[in-house]
């Protein structure tokens, strides 16, 4: 059995395929699988891939199936891992030469089920730090995690016990599967040491803002679905309701904004903040809310249907002015 399986999605990133491969191929553990998951590209990439696959035979499981997009070729490949340990990297990011091992070392050193590093922000010319402090608790990592799939490494028998896999064919998959995931564990781990390098792309799927951005409300109500049905909605209730006014105010909002079609932007600015008073009349007495004065809290604590308008027109025009 492998200490850690890596899964790839791969769909047209030529530019930045062997970067990726290249950081993964050269990981100091040794014991590791490397699974690539071909889904469904059409540009070079795979001929990239074929080239390391031939070389590294003992490393790399090549997989291909008909695009299906990010979540699909995820649990596709998850399905083959057979690591004590599952990672996720897309395929245009990379990772320091260490970081698996750095991460299974601490998760076989605390019996963790999810183990998480910093990361870089990776842009033209310069990098930028994203770390954070120490969780305290469940309730803690719901409050306050960072989502991204790609910085952890994750307990492979949680997920296949507890079937927790990604949404088919929406956005914003990452958060769908971190909230699942979280209360299903008993530790989380973390080395305060930026290991991956994410990078900023402009063609990429998250910079391309239109309807889609609506399956943020698909992903958040999964969520609420999921806790409820598991029964443990109640115990984490503030932490939820916090986790949904933040998305829709914060993170979503600024993306919403961006959208350059004015009747797509306006029907889902609406949704946004009508979403809220119907999933959550009283967000404004959230106990997390009200507790963490952070700049970001404060803020949204000055948002009611009046401002959120007036918010909505302020970033609006600052969109206009940025793209002329």
């Not at 899964?7 to 047209?12: A, D, E, F």
């Not at 008993?186 to 803002?209: C, F, G, H, M, T």
């Not at 903040?273 to 803020?299: A, E, G, H, M, Q």
């Amino acid at each position: 059995m492998p200490k850690v399986s890596v899964i790839v999605p791969v769909y047209n990133v030529e530019k930045y395929i062997d970067k990726c491969l290249e950081s993964l191929v050269n990981q100091t553990l040794k014991d590791i699988e490397i699974i690539i998951v071909n889904d469904g590209s059409t540009d070079n990439s795979i001929k990239i891939v074929e080239e390391y696959k031939e070389k590294y035979k003992n490393k790399i499981i090549y997989l291909e199936k008909e695009n299906g997009g990010l979540s699909d070729a995820r649990n596709y490949g998850i399905q083959y891992a057979k690591g004590e340990y599952i990672a996720f990297l897309d395929s245009d990011d990379y990772v320091d030469r260490k970081m698996y091992e750095k991460l299974y070392n601490k998760a076989i050193e605390n019996n963790s089920d999810i183990v998480e590093c910093d990361f870089y922000w990776k842009y033209t010319n310069k990098l930028i730090l994203d770390t954070r402090n120490e969780y305290k608790n469940i309730n803690d990592i719901i409050t306050n995690g960072r989502v991204v799939v790609w910085n952890k490494l994750y307990n492979r028998k949680i997920i296949i016990d507890r079937n927790i896999m990604f949404t088919k064919g929406v956005r914003y998959e990452d958060i769908d599967f971190f909230y699942k995931l979280i209360p299903e564990i008993n530790r989380l781990d973390y080395i305060k040491e930026p290991l991956v390098y994410y990078v900023q792309r402009e063609a990429s799927i998250s910079k391309k803002q239109s309807e889609k951005n609506a399956d943020i409300f698909i992903v958040l109500d999964n969520v609420i679905d999921y806790y409820k049905k598991n029964k443990i909605y109640d115990k984490y209730k503030d932490e939820i309701e916090y986790m949904y006014v933040r998305y829709l105010l914060a993170s979503s909002f600024l993306r919403i904004v961006k959208i350059k079609d004015k009747n797509t932007r306006e029907k889902l600015l609406n949704k946004t903040i009508d979403s809220i008073y119907t999933k959550f009349p009283n967000w404004k007495k959230n106990k997390v809310l009200k507790r963490d004065k952070t700049l970001k809290n404060l803020y949204i604590l000055t948002v009611n249907k009046t401002t959120f308008k007036i918010y909505s027109k302020i970033f609006g025009i600052l969109r206009m002015i940025k793209h002329g």
